[in-house]
């Protein structure tokens, strides 16, 4: 009888909680979002008149091909909806999709809740990370299950979203390779070549077909993501680049300017020696990929852990970082609660939704016209630097907690 109620219950959350994720993604259909939601309607503005290819080239910025494709597709079938309607109405599938996804594969209900609390911010501003989730859920999913193949096409259209995956991409190659033989206790390389291949092949065969169509442009795409969007600080994350940006323009505003009304303002081109700290950010990122190569028993929790601090180096000690940077860092603390359910992972978890969502929140609110708190206290201080302090201290501790755990903890254990 016990055993009944309880199902009971659980149908009554879940249904709950659907009607709930239906009605707020309703309720935020009209809300203006960002900016980048004007640079989306230019999109599809260039793909309706010269077309799919031509028009992916006339965009001349960042972004793979792929990152509008369901939105296009949607415009073709009903031309009648404006641009708007179409990219909120990509937005709630995606959003309804992840979280569909994240049920079905996990069956974890307080996951489904907190993945939903987590994204739907993201969604609503407009931005395009909320289609990266069902790719990158499934990816990560088969490839837990030793599938390649299937993670291997899932994280090829993926990364044809976004290029940002790419960033975690050496953490999973690195899974592939020993240099140690556990069994002879001897240093030995050992690449899993048939593993590899298999998770490759997906990838060349879909990435040679997708550059035969889009050719140049998808490589000036690329090119412009790795080489073209570091001049700047700090766009607006909260992260150690933000502190230097206010010590910049409270010490050294003939230089760099003064403060936007009492705000820290981006500054979005600096020399060289002011974007140095971005190597703390290439320190971070090659000594996880260390610990990983070095790790005598690699597996898939450990390869998520690399992944979030190379990831969250990136987010925090990078430059040219943008306030939506770390949506990729949380599903990935996700992923790994999800792969290690410990305390610790599930405290680290809230705290990278909270960081993400309040990052955005505290600028933009939650239709793009922002809260109102990102404006100075009394023209005294910023409260955004409070925010970033406390983002770089939190976050960089939590990395040192992870390579402890890939290391010592791990050797102890083993």
Not at 170 to 197: E, G, Q, T, W
Not at 279 to 293: G, T
């Amino acid at each position: 009888m016990h055993a009944k109620i309880t199902e009971k219950q659980n149908l009554w959350w879940k249904c709950v909680a659907f009607l709930g994720i239906i009605i707020l993604s309703v309720i935020f259909f009209n809300t203006p979002g960002t900016g980048d939601m004007d640079i989306w309607n230019t999109w599809l503005d260039y793909a309706e008149q010269y077309g799919i290819r031509e028009g992916y080239s006339m965009q001349k910025d960042m972004y793979p091909p792929f990152a509008l494709i369901l939105q296009i597709g949607i415009k073709k079938m009903w031309p009648a909806l404006s641009n708007f309607d179409v990219l909120r109405l990509a937005n709630i599938f995606f959003l309804l999709i992840s979280v569909f996804v994240i049920h079905i594969l996990y069956k974890n209900g307080k996951i489904t809740i907190l993945s939903f609390l987590g994204l739907i911010l993201s969604a609503n501003l407009g931005y395009l990370d909320i289609e990266m989730v069902p790719f990158l859920i499934l990816a990560f999913y088969f490839f837990s299950k030793d599938k390649y193949i299937l993670s291997g096409i899932f994280y090829s259209f993926l990364c044809l979203i976004k290029f940002q995956p790419l960033i975690i991409l050496p953490f999973v190659c690195i899974y592939f390779v020993d240099i140690f033989d556990a069994d002879k206790r001897k240093i030995k390389l050992n690449i899993k070549i048939k593993s590899l291949v298999k998770m490759a092949m997906p990838a060349i065969v879909i990435g040679a077909g997708v550059c035969l169509i889009y050719r140049r442009a998808l490589i000036k795409a690329l090119y412009n993501a790795l080489f073209t969007s570091g001049y700047s600080i700090s766009p607006n994350a909260l992260n150690f680049g933000w502190v230097l940006q206010f010590w910049l323009e409270k010490f050294h505003a003939d230089i760099f300017g003064p403060f936007d009304n009492g705000k820290i303002a981006i500054i979005w081109s600096a020399p060289k020696i002011y974007l140095s700290f971005k190597y703390i950010f290439v320190f971070l990122y090659a000594l996880a990929a260390i610990v990983m190569l070095l790790n005598r028993k690699k597996d898939y929790k450990l390869m998520l852990q690399c992944s979030v601090i190379g990831y969250t180096a990136y987010f925090l000690y990078n430059s040219g970082v943008h306030e939506n940077h770390l949506f990729l860092g949380m599903i990935l603390m996700i992923l790994l609660y999800l792969a290690d359910p410990t305390k610790n992972n599930y405290y680290r978890m809230i705290m990278y939704i909270v960081i993400f969502n309040v990052n955005l929140l505290i600028l933009y609110g939650m239709s793009g016209h922002g809260m109102g708190f990102d404006r100075a206290i009394s023209g005294l201080f910023d409260p955004t630097l409070i925010l970033a302090i406390f983002n770089v201290v939190y976050l960089t501790v939590t990395l040192i907690g992870f390579i402890y755990e890939a290391t010592v903890q791990r050797v102890q254990h083993q």
